[in-house]
Nanobody
Framework: VQLQASGGGLVQPGGSLRLSCIVSGYTGTPYALGWFRQAPGKEREFVGG????????DYADSVKGRFTVSRDNAKNTVYLQMNSLKPEDTAVYYC??????????????????WGQGTQVTVSS
């Protein structure tokens, strides 16, 4: 299984970015996906996640109403739309996947495969 995250960059406060995560290796197998982030000097934290068919999502309180996770299974791609970005959203963002058709997972230890991370910097 391989995950490739992209779409990070530098954006001003209040701006938007859309991250993408291309997933390969799960042919015919359902999987859930989560987005996590890690800022310098801080632990990795859950941002948002989506279950195998897109029917369920979950978000950290800090991003609810601003971030949206979606997926296009035909393209094997999961997205993180980030709006109204704040300086405290600055971090390296990672996508991670786990096999199964259950609910959204928020615990990073449950995810078996991780992408390489993409830097998001929110600054004026």
């Amino acid at each position: 299984v391989q995950l490739q995250a992209s779409g990070g960059g530098l954006v001003q406060p209040g701006g938007s970015l859309r991250l993408s995560c291309i997933v390969s290796g799960y042919t015919g197998t359902p999987y859930a996906l989560g987005w996590f982030r890690q800022a310098p000097g801080k632990e990795r934290e859950f941002v948002g996640g989506i279950n195998w068919n897109g029917g369920r999502t979950d978000y950290a309180d800090s991003v609810k109403g601003r971030f949206t996770v979606s997926r296009d299974n035909a393209k094997n791609t999961v997205y993180l739309q980030m709006n109204s970005l704040k300086p405290e959203d600055t971090a390296v963002y990672y996508c991670a996947s786990k096999r199964g058709s259950g609910s959204v997972a928020t615990d990073p230890t449950l995810f078996g495969s991780w992408g390489q991370g993409t830097q998001v910097t929110v600054s004026s």
